[in-house]
């Protein structure tokens, strides 16, 4: 049989956002996927060098609209890095349950697209997005933001956690860890789900460590790594959490990647507010930061929920000389094609949603 | 003598043609309101009660927009087909007897039913072939699958039922389950039959020939607003077609405590429907080539038992 192309995108109700995928088919099976990608290029990294530093959050967030904070956090971590400055014990604390909610969020999320990819009618993926906006109404009540915090100042954060924010958060906590067993046991007990995730879109250990994927979508290969644990940041080493590790490489393992993270970031939560000492958390209000040194190089990273996330700075005085974003979701989608070789048609879009990509994150 | 027949035939083409129309549009509403309710959310609620116009609206939206061809499109065929669709959608649903109330009354009804509704998948995959499109003929190369994996499955429940009751007329077949429903009677049967008009009726888990997430539209990818209009008011006239029909042939029809009435036939019709939204609401797409599997061995398999069963129970 000859070879069909079909062009997928860049407006396709399921490739998260613009993406262009040119997918060469024989008969049902396909040969090659080619990504296009670009669409929403907006060139952050140059923009960023015309503006002071603390100018730039805003548009670092805008890259993963999904996981706002943990962008803007690596970055205000990597100013931080090149003026010198740490950010003491309870902006720490502060800053690891932030982000550990936002992890919580950004997965919840991704669970009601991928199960839309699978062909459900939205019915899980409005229940998560109900659930993730509790989430989203305590990360607002912390910071005054719903969507784009830009919350993280030099050597703490904005502001302080308001008064009752502990028992708020702890209340949504406990809702959600409910929530999450019950869709675990609604979706894994589907024996349709199992027939389109198992043994579908496998990706090896090595294939994984040589297309240089990170997060989940690594760790469902059986790699172990994680940057909370082998590169640790903040307080993560006095947390006690193990990542995530699953050994077969294929769709159910990132999606059961994605719902143990959830509930060890609930665990990571709780043991965090335990263990928070008194104090001040707000950081340097924008104006008064100090100029960095000059040419002064940085390299920071991070676990984002998708990956890793890495930031490259050299430092001019008051604004970034050149900074360079590794943004997880583009090395992730760099795995496609290796992945859906010789899949079916119907299972491309399963394994387009079991990477988690977010359109903006891999544009920049 | 001829005039009179004449009338009545009007009548009833009439009857039936509103009441496919009301519970196409019933069915619409029903549908958003009940899945919305499944997925904690409101529905329609603007216009009209509780969001009765919504249709009404989205409708007229649609009959205003501008139609587009395709370059390549086969209009002609195009066009003859998506007629055919809707043609022979509402022909079936006028074959429908409602208690004393039918056109036709032949013993072998039931047959004819059955072969337009296996013909619409054929005129499918030409609609989805005329428009050039390469997601449309995906559609169209899916559609004839679905044929060939429910067709058979599907007669041979039919097959059951009339050597049971002795006939194809759906009269004689609803009088036969005065006692007893055919539900219970042949279980397995009832069972192939659901899963076979869900593929037929494209609704999840088989709604591959418009899986959204994977072909967009389907064989409507490039079809214009109005004609995708009309495809979408047959899907809802077809939906009610497959809940009626289930509640004729398995669910006693028209049969009920309190008198026989056709009210116990809408009533039936209406829970078929609301159990095929609920399917909708949560199911899961199947894959393609899991079809096939699904279909030819456990289908078939179930079907010929269920066939067996009868035999041996007559």
Avoid at chain 1, 109 to 127: E, P, Q, R, T
Wanted: glycine fraction near 6%.
């Amino acid at each position: 049989m000859s070879l069909v192309k079909i062009n997928i995108g860049p407006v396709h109700p399921s490739t998260h956002g613009l993406l262009r995928l040119v997918v060469t088919l024989d008969g049902d099976t396909i040969v090659n996927v080619e990504p296009h990608v670009g669409f929403l290029h907006r060139g952050v990294e140059k923009l960023a060098e015309n503006r002071m530093y603390m100018q730039i959050p805003p548009f670092i967030e805008k890259c993963d609209y999904v996981a706002k904070m943990a962008m803007d956090e690596a970055y205000v971590a990597t100013v931080e890095a090149a003026m010198g400055i740490e950010p003491n014990e309870r902006a720490q604390y502060e800053r690891v349950i932030l982000l550990e909610l936002q992890r919580i969020a950004s997965h919840l999320l991704w669970l009601g697209a991928m199960l839309n990819d699978l062909g459900h009618f939205f019915s899980v993926f409005m229940w998560t997005f109900a659930d993730r906006d509790k989430v989203l109404k305590l990360l607002e009540e912390a910071t005054g933001q719903r969507m784009f915090y830009v919350n993280m100042r030099l050597g703490g954060l904005r502001q302080e956690f308001p008064k009752d924010f502990e028992y708020h958060a702890l209340d949504v906590l406990t809702y959600l860890e409910k929530r999450i067993n019950e869709y675990e046991s609604f979706i894994e007990n589907s024996s349709l789900f199992k027939e389109r995730m198992y043994k579908v879109g496998v990706l090896s250990r090595d294939d994984a460590i040589n297309l240089g994927v990170s997060g989940p979508v690594l760790r469902a290969s059986g790699v172990n790594f994680d940057v909370r644990k082998d590169k640790p940041y903040y307080v993560y080493k006095k947390l006690n959490f193990k990542p995530i590790v699953l050994y077969n490489g294929d769709n159910f393992s990132r999606y059961k990647v994605r719902i143990l993270e959830i509930k060890e970031s609930i665990r990571l939560i709780r043991e965090a507010f335990k263990q928070m000492p008194d104090g001040n958390a707000t950081g340097m209000p924008i104006k008064l930061i100090n100029p960095a040194p000059k040419n002064k190089v940085v390299r920071v990273s991070r676990e984002g929920p998708r990956g890793e996330i890495m930031f490259y700075l050299v430092a001019d005085e008051q604004r970034p000389y050149r900074l360079a974003m590794r943004t997880p979701a583009f090395i992730n989608l760099a795995a496609l094609n290796h992945i859906a070789r010789g899949n079916k048609f119907a299972n491309l879009f399963p394994i387009i949603g079991s990477l988690d990509l977010v359109m903006a994150d891999v544009d920049k | 003598m001829l005039i009179n027949e004449l009338i009545e035939i009007i009548e009833y083409f009439i009857v039936m043609l509103i009441t496919a129309f009301a519970f196409a549009y019933f069915f619409g509403w029903l549908e958003r309101k009940f899945v919305g309710k499944f997925q904690r959310r409101h529905g329609p609620t603007y216009l009209g009660k509780f969001g009765l116009l919504q249709n009404l609206a989205d409708f007229f939206k649609l009959l205003t927009k501008e139609q587009v061809w395709p370059k390549k499109a086969d209009k002609l065929l195009f066009l003859v087909s998506v007629f055919l669709i809707a043609g022979f959608t509402l022909y079936l649903v006028m074959l429908l007897p409602i208690y004393n109330f039918y056109i036709i009354n032949s013993s072998i009804i039931l047959l004819l039913i059955f072969i337009i509704l296996s013909f619409l998948p054929i005129l499918i995959a030409l609609n989805g072939y005329s428009s050039s499109n390469k997601f449309a003929m995906i559609s169209a190369q899916r559609s004839i699958l679905l044929l060939i994996s429910f067709e058979i499955p599907l007669f041979l429940v039919l097959i059951a039922i009339g050597y049971y009751v002795h006939s194809y007329s759906i009269v004689s077949i609803v009088n036969a389950q005065s006692n007893l429903w055919f539900l219970f009677i042949m279980p397995i049967g009832f069972f192939v039959f659901l899963m076979a008009l869900l593929a037929e009726m494209e609704r999840t888990p088989f709604d591959l020939r418009e899986a959204d997430s994977e072909l967009i539209a389907g064989w409507l990818t490039d079809t214009g607003a109005p004609y995708y209009m009309l495809a979408l008011f047959v899907d809802y006239i077809r939906s009610f077609f497959g809940a009626a029909i289930i509640s004729l042939l398995f669910l006693g029809g028209w049969y009920g405590p309190f008198g026989n009435s056709f009210i116990w036939l809408f009533i039936k019709t209406i829970f078929v429907a609301l159990f095929i939204m609920f399917i909708r609401a949560i199911a899961i797409r199947m894959r393609i080539d899991r079809i096939l599997y699904f279909g030819w061995i456990v289908l078939l398999a179930l079907s010929i038992i269920n066939l067996y069963l009868v035999y041996l129970g007559y």
